[in-house]
Each structure stands twice: as structure tokens, then as C-alpha cells.
């Protein structure tokens, strides 16, 4: 085991770590963690909701979830050298649950659970069509995942952070924070928001107290969305073995890390999200100085997956058209077409006995592929979701004999607001 | 080799073959070929634009390309049984370029090729950054195409129908003429324009003519965009060994299939497109009977991709957030998102010494893999884009000893406009 | 379509054709065909018994096939610039049945077969267990294989030339004569022979005639055999993209190639053989000139297989040990393990209802994998093999049910001798 | 983390742990663990030598090595209500080196060691060109390998099991003590011997003690081959994921495991062996009653390999065949060609600046795959050995600019003896 430089205790909330770890981005968040070039470490990571979903049937935790106080994440790491301009090279070495602790009321201790949350809170990629709060605990053993929730399943986890990035300039964050007010200025009532402010309740900003918390709390950025620095960008193929470059901003980079997910369809289009866990991060780092403009890139990352993902070689997909479901014709819109075939596939799903709800948590958990088939087709792109046909214990394809039918048993926990 | 059921002679223009195709979906073009559940037959393809497009080295018969007369469909093919709420099974048994033709003046004869419209003229995914018209010819050496417009890649083709599709009903063509025009209206000036209305102009219908033919003309929807008959779909997993299930809409289903390729990288961001290529395609058909209701599947091709794509173990990946280029935060648009993440992985190719329209044909012709990675991390969804590094000559990935530089020879022909 | 340097027409014997190939190895053999290094070209190829193997369901045929006149080889070709000491790159470019012609008496047309000699007339890899003649067909349908003697089954096949090589010189003539008849003088009378010397009879020279004729015909090597020149490697893996690399021991290297596969397994256990066709194969040829030396390939071919074989991701695999089913044991015999291994598999299948004969058909034809697992562990050695699960149009799995019964049909023909 | 019924520390020797394990395979061993069908549940396994090998520069602890207490195996662990006849189904959940143990002087503490024998002390699978004691030691970065005895390589280690299976009954064990002994008595003298006899010397069984271990001890079968219970198939595919089914002999199966390797190459050709080391398996089992007889599966292991082995798509491959170096033709001996063929791959490597022990280890160590292409083409068989040319740090193609030199540094170790 490589050497843990930012340790949590399962027993202790995030903030009462030996360590503590911060939930905003900010250039002035000080990094208590320093590491060398060419080092090899490890990460404890804590599930994004610091322990508030329990492994119960009941979706009441999602529907009052803390949303203000996400991401947990363990950094800043500074990397001695770094400098901005340069890429930080960040290999994940190993990645997993909670090691060594195999049952426990915390995610990531042998299960894991995936959430959509309500409309009102914050919905999803299908909120119009899930618009309540649901929730299914998945469990583990060795890389596979099962749910009392979903019968007839079993896949493969592809283990992998969800977010992961180094600390914006303070002019990168100023250009974050007015290009995201601006949007919220267009609609700012609008359920739910289209962006996320500033904002200092819930902040928690590492070692910092007093009038710097305070300044930085009220400048800091949300962790929600991805960014130029990387941070939430939920890419299933950052799997154990990746190679990621990201641009570095500020002296040391300052890596930060969290939002483990023991497995995720692409897009996580549940929002809460994949199969959240906490668990552990082995990274190796390293630098190439002046990497970002000799390879021109200066902003997002780029990555090289790891060898060792889950192979399926059978496949059934799904297309959808830039089309509302109340047959508006939208224009080239990937979003929308992705949403129409993610909802086709949950209606094939409902034919062999599933419910919706399993239907969209099957799409949002296991290791499917959302890809951008056609974009250029005036007016309509083309989306496609895949499902591998080997996740279910039944023979999903369309034959003469029809849809087996299974039995969806006590279903998908939905909260009763 | 199956039954020719649909022959095209590569002398003769499409209109003038032993049986017409047709360039417009409508119900009422009559089907001259029929087959039966069970049947294996092949049907011969022209290029989408019927020999238009030279193996010479300049762009100018892409500007000048004939819009209107696209796409030169092979059908309608009628399938004996099949009614309305079928789905009709679609094996590809095999697709590739004109059989024992290895050159010649017609895209499919030992070459194929890959445009970008001119902004004036369709424009393309990325459009603002390249408004003009370029072209590059590919080389086909079995399944691996190359190109003297493109040096130091090299890949094996995944070919693929661009199109394929059933007949609509009288009711849902109207559908789609009603909602594609409620679009136009919101900018009919837009350049290039929202959606193409249907228009008589360069129509070609089968065995229809007179007054039936200006009918149908009149009427009968243009091919570009996909919709619920499958369509332009261009979804390039469409390969050799794919099964696809098409709703019916109509008495025989009245199957057409065109726009083959040789090879598309997903999204077929080009437009102009993926490597076009006339050849012919392999078809075996069957029904499951009252499918549409039994499996859910009322619009749009569901499909299990064929097992022998070009397979590759190492892939560079790019990602991209839903901000454009000036800045401008924008609300989950994974179009704008990919759209990112394709310039970013260009901007990287020139490091290597590529022209951005060397770097833009690669992305446009090649297996690349498109991801809606991430969909609901508001405001930013991550879309991401993957390249093969086996396709290069050389080492394309970062590392100490900078990019290495290829000589881009002469480069992508332009159009002088 | 390349160029076809060597034509075959499906309707003449292999002596009555254009250009006559040969079924022996010697230098002299004089090469009628001449390409230069770069160039790609089409070889047609015909069946290895030239036609004596019928389309229907008697075993016959297979009981009397002429093995005296095997391999009917196309060739030689002779490459200009090549000489003694150079590599020659082959490319497989394309290689399959014979082109447009979709159904007729000669295998290749449209369907193969796999055939076990009788013990008496060479036997196969369980000749003990399967002692008589017996034949299977199976028809194409674009790349996938199925047989109206083995239900149950159908498989994308793996096409390759089983036999392709370049000339031995006289004095590695001289070799192969000296020592393959100093194994037969060790044990003369054995059935079926320990090695096949050369042997005028039926021998097949290309243009030669008259006194070199009978010269040549008395020292030429027999085809059946691998060898230091490649030759009859049977390497399932050799598949459209594959790039193989040849010693040069004479001018011209004088490739030659032909005994086409739809499929095999692994070590075509059947001999007689993978799934038997006559076909078409598109070439490309280079030279690294002192490439033996300078890499070390004195002997034997070396490759890089094509990266479209098909795909599957499930399989099932069986191993045994170096004991004799009579229980003695034997000293690292990885032969005998892996014979021990494919009976278990054959075993295996006959619980599903399938008879001996089709589980062996079965290893023959699909793409099944033989490994040697375990070479050292003295006295076993351990060999596996592998088969695709997704073959199966059943459960093949063990599970808490047992065992799916399948109607084995008519089974496989055996000749009544 | 599964329970830990079989913990081992690596502190101390195997024989003062809290449960004492076994290196002979014996009806008798009493099982000291009991688990369920359905249970889940850790095995920690100590390296096949006991701490002997030390993480330094030198292969005396190879020739040295104590041969007589081979292999520590963890177990006997017995299975409730598992019945002679049943067959016992393993699942592999989890498995790697000693966990939470980066560094230490244990093989499995974040490094593992590859050793060749000397002939006079077992040999390897090429003993006659490499008659010494050779060592390398491999260091893990997650489940990548590289060496600093070896550069210019890194791999994605397939971590496995060498060893697993059921106990024999007295009558199985009998049998195998009777074959092995009737071949050592062919040649009782050989140097390395045909097979190891029983020998109470340094035998360890478990918690037995006085006369009855005594007579176990005289009776009891070695460890180094594989037979009909499983035992040490050193099959490289036995990855996490992957679902065993073993014959069941006696009541309760007494299943044991050991010999974890961190990679191997098919053969595990150097024999001391693949990368060896200590570490961890997490198992989950169940039965099927009666499934010997029920799947025909009476003897040595099935199983159905898991999903996330390591993904190569481009591999270069050497042929051999059956005949000897000294130019000798043997009879379709496959032990010969997979001998020769690899053979033909390391002296490839010394083109490129390897020593040929280098190159033999990067085969024992390495991800290859060795297969058995031909097995009837009388006389001559043809085996294959796959290199993934990822591995390598350099280009390892043959190419017209010839091979790259490496600089191979200190080397391998070797014995003085």
C-alpha cells in the first residue's frame, strides 16, 4: 500500500478528519498535503454526501439530501514544481471501496447507492419524466454489484473517480463565476437552477478560519459542474490504469480528488448519481513543464483510459432524435436525443416486467455507452445508449417468443415528500 | 454472392439504372423489388451524390455539390407480411465498395472521399471555425483506407449504411412536415438553415411520374435528418453482422438503404461526411410480428452492433464543457460540449504539425468514439472524443520529448469560392 | 478489385486452369507469375482436394479423397528484388469464398466443409476415439458459419489461408527429406504414417514437363507439413489485416498459397479439416532486405495478426493433463494434454444432447481457443481451450438446471466403409 | 472485506501461523476452515516459497531453493454438504498481492520475483539453452509490472491463482502415486527426474502430528503437477471475475489455493516461475449436486475466465515447429514447437539488445499467449507465442529502419553455483 497521505476515518464526519478536506474551489485554499514528482500515494476519499444516504429501502435521505455541502473532496495536494502552463500528469494507480471494511453504514463499505433526485431538488437528466426522489443500494462482491432493487442484473463495476482536478487561477475563477451568473440571470427562479453560485453556507475550505474562510467562502467555486481544471467531469473511463494530464493554474497544482463510483453508465444521468462510494485513490504524479503549450492544451483534461475496463462483446441500442416527446422539432440538440434514447431503452425495459424506475437506474448504474452517432443531420442529431446484453440474467433481446418477464419484486424506494 | 434484387450499373447515373431509386421519403413511391421473411438478397448503392465528387485534389465539387438530389436511396424494397406495428429484422450480412471495381471515377471504385461544406452551403459541425469547402480522397487497400491529402494515419475501416430506413405512414410524414416547418419559421433566413422543407426540385421517385410523381413531390420528406423510420441515422457501429429492428409504418415496410461508408469517426462531424463511397450491402430480413407493441419500440432502430469492428486497445482522449469558445456559459448542451472536445483534440494534432483541416478530416473519418460523458452536472455537460493512437505512424501521446513533427505535404484542398 | 495475377475458374479442374499452380514444394517449380515489391494483386484459390468433396450428406467422399493430390497451390510468385536472406512482408489485404458466386458444387461457393479422415486414411488429433470418416457442411452466410449436421451453432468465422509459404532451397530440400524420412524409417508401417515422403504420384509441378517433371516430382516435398518456409501452418490467427513476415531462401521468394479457411479452431483438430473453401485473396507484398539476419527470423514466419477477428467476451474452457485416458501417465506431453482437454469439451457437449461427432465438429470449426497453459509442472502438462459461449444458441453455462437438451438432428454423415 | 478465514502474517514463517496450511495433497489433511455454499470469505496465501527469495541482485536463493516444501498451500477449507460427485463452483471475487503491505522483505509486499531453475535442479521449459539459476525482480505500481532487471518493459500483470483445488480420495491419490511412480521408474536417474515421488521431508500437513502425519506424509502426493483435482494448472486466465467448477472427491471438497502470481505468460515457461508472490483471494462458492455426472465433468477443472483481463489489440507472434535444434523431426510434438517458437521470440529480442535471459523472462513473465495452431499436419506441429507489442517502451516491430537498441543494463542475475 502506498503511502496514505490524506487519511479518513470511516467513524468521523469530514470535518472531523485528521485532514480536512474542502468542498469549493479556490485558489487560496491551502494545500496540507505536499508530494514529488515520480511519488506514488494514497488517497481516502469520502462518499460526496459525507454518509447521509443510509443503505435502507426508503428514499427519504436523497429527497432531504445535503446538497449544499458537496463535493467532499480530499486536497489540495500540492505537487512540488508545478507551476502554471505546465501539465500535471496524474496516473490512477488503484482505485476502490473503503478498503478492508467490508459492511459498515457508510457508502463504500461493501455497497453503494444510486439516487435521482427530485425535481425540486435538483432533478436529473429524466426529471420531467422521474420527477420524485428514488433511491437503490447496490451491493458488492469483488468488482460486481447487485441490487435488492433491481432483480435480474449483475455487472461488472468500472471503478473510477468522478471528479478530480487542480485548483483555478483566481482569474480563471473570476471567469467562472460571471459567466455562471450570467446564465443564472437569465432564468433565476428557474426549477431546477441553471447554474450554482457562490455561496458560503455548508463551505468547508480545508485548514482555513476566519476572514479568509469568509473571504474565500463567498468567492469560491461550486463543485458540481466540470470545468476547466477537470473537477466534476463523471467520465466512467477515468478507470484503474488512466493517464490523465490536466493544465495546472497555480503554483503546486493542487490536485484535488473525490466522488468515487464503483461503477456509472455515461452521462450518470441519475445525478445521484453513479453507484456512490467512498474508498481510496492510488495516484502517481508527474510533470511535463510547459505542457500546456506545447500540446495546446489549456483547458479540460486529456486522458488515456486504463487496459483493464470490463469487456462486453454483445450489445443492444438504443437511438433517439432531437424530437420532444411532445414532437417539437428541435434543432441538432445531442441532449435532447440522448434523453430520447435513454427513454426508449427504459420503455423496452418496462416490457420484460421492470419498472421504470429500474429501467433508469439500470441505464444510470451499470457500465453503459452514450454516444454522439450523428450531429450534423439538419434538424436532427442522433444519440445511441448501448447496454451489454451479458449484465442481465435473462436473455434481453427481441425474438420471436417475446419479452421474458421478470419478477420486479419490491421495486425501486421512492421518497413520499 | 445473394441475389441482386437491386442492381446499379457504375456507368449510368442513377436515373438512368435499370430500376430508380428515389431521394425522398414518401409512402406512396412504389416498391419495384420484392422479398420475403427469410431472404438474403443484396442491393447495390450509389454514393449520396451520384458521382459528383472527383479523386482529384481540389474542393471545388463540394462547394458546387448538388444538395437537392440527395440522398440516391436503393428502394423501396417491399417485405411480403410485414403491416404496421411489425418490426422488421434487418441483418447487414455484408456491406462493402463496388465489388471488382478497384478503380474508376466513382467514389466506391478503390477511393471514397470526405468533405466539409462550406458555411454558405450546410455548413458542418464545426462551421464557425471552418466556413469553407475542403475535401480529402481516401485510398482503400482492403479494409484500411489512407490518404495523400492526410499522411501518418492509417486505419481499418468500420464500414456502414449511413441510411437506412422503412417508409413512414401518410400521418407520420405530415408529422414531420408540420414540425420540421414550425422550426424553419422561428429563422427562415438562417444560414444554412434550421431544417430542409421539402421541395420537387431535383426529386427523384421511382417509378412515379406525372401527376402522382408532382404529388409526391410535393409532399414527400427530405432524407437528411433521421427520424422514426431509422433514416439518416449515420451511426457507424452499423457494421458487418449488425441486426437492426425498424418499426413499420406501412403495408411491406418498404425498406431503402444508401450512403455507404467506409469509415466515420462518431457524429460524422464533417457532414460531407464520413468516407463516402458507392458499394453494396447484404441484407437478410425478417419480422416479429406486432414487434412495435410487444417490444415498446414505436420509433427509432433499436440494433446490436456486428462483432468484427476494427478493434483497438489504446485510445487519447479529449473532453469538453458546454462553454463556447467566446466564453459563454451555456445550460447542459452536450452538442456545444463535443463540439469542444473536438477542437480541443484538433488544436492538439497541429502540435504535431497536422493543419486544423487535416486534424478536423481525421476526426471526421476515423473510429473515433464520441461520449456524452457526463449530462447532468449543471451547467456543464462533458462530452468526450476518442482516438485510436494505433492509427498514427507515430508516438501521438504526450510526453517529455514533445510532439513529434510529420511534414503536412499539401494538405486539405480548399475551395476558392 | 486488385488485379488477379493468378485465375481460377470454378468450372476446371485445377490442371485444366490458365496458369497451373503445383501440390509440392521444391525450388525449380518455376514461378509463372511476377510482382514487385509494394504492388497488391489477387490470388484465387482453390479448395485443397480441387473439387472431390461433395455438397450433400454422405461421408464418402471424405473416405476416398484423393491425399495425394493436396495442397492445390497457387504460385509460385515470384517477387522481383527478393533473394536469400530477405524477410517478405505479406499483407493479407482480403482473403474470402470465391467472389460472386454464391452457390455451386465446389466448396467455396456459398458453403465448406469439415471432414475427420478415417484412422486407415490419415486419422485426425482423436483418431483412437474417432476412428472413421466423417463430414459435416456448413453454410455461409456473409462471414457466419451454420450446418444442417450440427444444430444449435453458428459462428462469424475467422477466415485465413491455412497454407502459405515461399520455396525452400535445395539444400533446406535436402533437409527436409533427410530428416522426415529418418522419423518414418523409425516406424515404416505405421498407420497412419509417421510423415509423407515425396511421392511422384499425383504431383503437380506448374509448367514443368517431361525429364525436370519427373526430377523434381522424385525429390519435392510433400504439402502437409509446417515448415521452416511457413507452409501448411494452419494458424487460425492469420486473418484479413494480418501481416506476416517470410524468410527468402531463393531469387524471387516464389510465395505460394492456397487450402482457404472459413473458420477454425485451434489446431484444426479435425485435419480434414477448419471449414474446407475455395476462395479469393488480396495481397500485398514488401521486402526488408537481410531482414532474417538483422532480425533473427532464420526459419518459421512470424506475424501481426489483423484487429477485426470477431469478438467475444464469454467463454467456457476445459483442461487436461499429459495422463492417456488408459490412466498412464505421461512426461510433459502437452500433445497429449491438449487432446485430453478438447475430449472433455466433446464430453461435456454430449450432456446438452449433441453426439460425440458434432461436439468434435464443433472444436474443428468454430473459433475455439487451444492454449498451452502449463508446460513445466512436471509430469503434467496443462492445456485449455476456450469456447465462445455466445456460439451456443443456448445456455451452454453450468447451472442449477442441468443441462438444455438439444435435437442433434440427422448428426454428423460417417462414411460406411 | 470478507471475512479472513485462512489469515496468514507476514511476519511469520508458514508453519507458526495461527491456522498451519499444507504442501502435500492428501485425503487425510484434516480441514481446519468451514464455510458455506453462498459464503464469501478471504484466503491470504503465502508465496510458493516461504520468504526463501529476497528482493536483491543475486539467484543464489534460486539455486538454493527448498524445493522438498513446495507449494504453501492455504486450506484444506471444507465446503458444507459438498459430496463426492458434486462439482464445486469457485468464484475468484477478489485477488492480489498482501494488502496494506507496500514494502517488506515477503514477496506479494509490493514486489514479486521471476526465477529459472538450474537443470540440476528441476530445469525449465528451456533448461538445454539455459542450464543455470536466473532471478529477476519484478515491482508492482498498482497491477503494472516493470523490472529493474529487465527495462524497456511494462505490463498490466493478469494476477491469478496458480494453484487451487479439491482434495483426491485414497483411491484417486493412489492412482496418481502409482502412474507417476511407473514413469520416474522409466528413468529413475534423468537429471531434471520425470516426477517428484512423495516424500515425508520437509512435508507440512496442517494440524496433523505423530504417526498419523507420518503416514499421510509417506502417502501424500507433491504438489507440482496438475491433476485430476485442479491443483497447479498455473492457468494464467484464472483472473478475478473468473468461475471455477471442480470435481468434488471427498465430503466437505477440501478445497486449498496458493502460488498467486502477479503475471504470467502461457507455460509459465521459466517454471520458478510466473511473477511469484503472496497475497490475497477472495473466494465465494457454491455447489451443484451431482454435477459430475450431471456436466460429465469427472476430472481437472472448467471455468469460465473473467472479464477484465488486461485488453492488447496489436500482438506480433512467432511459429515453431516439431523439429529439434539439432534438426531432428519429431512426431506432431507440440511441447517441442511451443519450445521452439519461443525460442524464435527471445532471440528476436536480442536483436534489439536483450540478453536472451532477459528476453526468456519477459516470456515467463508477460501477459503472452502461447497456442496450439496445428496439431495433425504430420509430422510437424505448430505452436505460436503472442507478444502485445504495448509492452514494450519501443517500437518491437521488424521495419525497414531496423530494430531499436536498448541498453539492457545490469541484467539478469545468475548464480554462480
Not at 495536494?77 to 488503484?94: K, N, Q
Not at 437503490?136 to 471528479?163: E, K, M, N
Request: proline share 8%; hydrophobic share 35%; aromatic share 10%.
Amino acid at each position: 500500500m502506498p503511502e496514505v497521505v490524506f487519511p479518513l476515518d470511516s467513524n468521523k464526519k469530514f470535518t472531523d478528519q485528521q485532514i480536512v478536506g474542502h468542498n469549493r474551489w479556490h485558489p487560496d485554499i491551502p494545500a496540507q498535503v505536499r508530494v514529488k514528482p515520480g511519488d506514488v500515494f494514497r488517497v481516502d476519499c469520502r462518499e460526496w454526501f459525507d454518509g447521509a444516504i443510509q443503505n435502507d429501502d426508503s428514499a427519504e435521505d436523497i429527497l432531504h439530501a445535503p446538497l449544499l455541502s458537496v463535493h467532499t473532496l480530499s486536497g489540495p495536494i500540492a505537487v512540488e514544481g508545478a507551476e502554471p502552463g505546465d501539465l500535471l500528469i496524474v496516473d490512477i494507480v488503484d482505485v476502490g471501496p473503503i478498503p478492508q471494511e467490508d459492511s459498515g453504514p457508510l457508502a463504500g463499505q461493501g455497497w453503494g447507492y444510486t439516487g435521482i433526485f427530485a425535481k425540486a431538488n435538483g432533478g436529473s437528466f429524466l426529471t420531467d419524466q422521474f420527477p420524485d426522489a428514488y433511491k437503490v443500494i447496490w451491493d458488492f462482491r469483488g468488482q460486481v454489484a447487485t441490487s435488492r432493487h433491481v432483480p435480474g442484473v449483475s455487472f461488472t463495476g468500472i471503478i473510477h473517480p468522478g471528479l478530480m482536478g487542480t485548483a483555478p487561477s483566481a482569474e480563471l475563477l473570476a471567469k467562472w463565476n460571471a459567466r455562471e451568473q450570467a446564465l443564472i440571470d437569465t432564468d433565476p427562479d428557474r426549477v431546477p437552477p441553471l447554474a450554482l453560485p457562490p455561496n458560503p453556507d455548508s463551505a468547508i475550505l480545508g485548514s482555513l478560519s476566519g476572514a479568509e474562510f469568509d473571504r474565500v467562502a463567498a468567492e469560491a467555486a461550486r463543485t458540481a459542474p466540470p470545468r476547466e481544471n477537470g473537477g466534476n467531469q463523471d467520465i466512467k473511463n477515468l478507470s484503474k490504469g488512466t493517464r490523465i494530464f490536466y493544465p495546472v493554474f497555480v503554483d503546486g497544482a493542487k490536485l484535488s480528488v473525490g466522488d468515487l463510483h464503483f461503477s456509472q453508465g455515461d452521462g450518470e444521468i441519475t445525478f445521484c448519481g453513479a453507484i456512490e462510494m467512498g474508498g481510496f485513490i492510488d495516484l502517481h504524479v508527474d510533470l511535463i513543464k510547459g505542457g500546456m503549450q506545447t500540446y495546446g492544451v489549456s483547458e479540460n483534461a486529456i486522458f488515456m483510459p486504463g487496459n483493464t475496463e470490463p469487456q462486453y462483446s454483445q450489445w443492444l441500442a438504443f437511438s433517439g432524435t432531437s424530437v420532444t416527446l411532445d414532437g417539437e422539432q428541435r434543432y441538432l440538440d445531442s441532449h435532447l436525443s440522448y434523453q430520447r434514447a435513454c427513454l426508449h431503452a427504459i420503455n423496452y425495459l418496462t416490457k420484460f416486467g421492470y419498472t421504470p424506475e429500474q429501467g433508469y437506474m439500470i441505464l444510470g448504474a451499470a457500465p453503459i455507452e452514450g454516444r454522439l452517432s450523428g450531429v450534423v443531420d439538419i434538424p436532427n442529431s442522433c444519440s445511441t445508449v448501448y447496454l451489454p446484453t451479458a449484465i442481465f440474467d435473462f436473455d434481453v433481446r427481441p425474438g420471436p417468443g417475446g419479452p421474458h418477464q421478470i419478477d420486479p419484486g419490491q421495486g425501486v424506494p421512492k421518497a413520499s415528500f
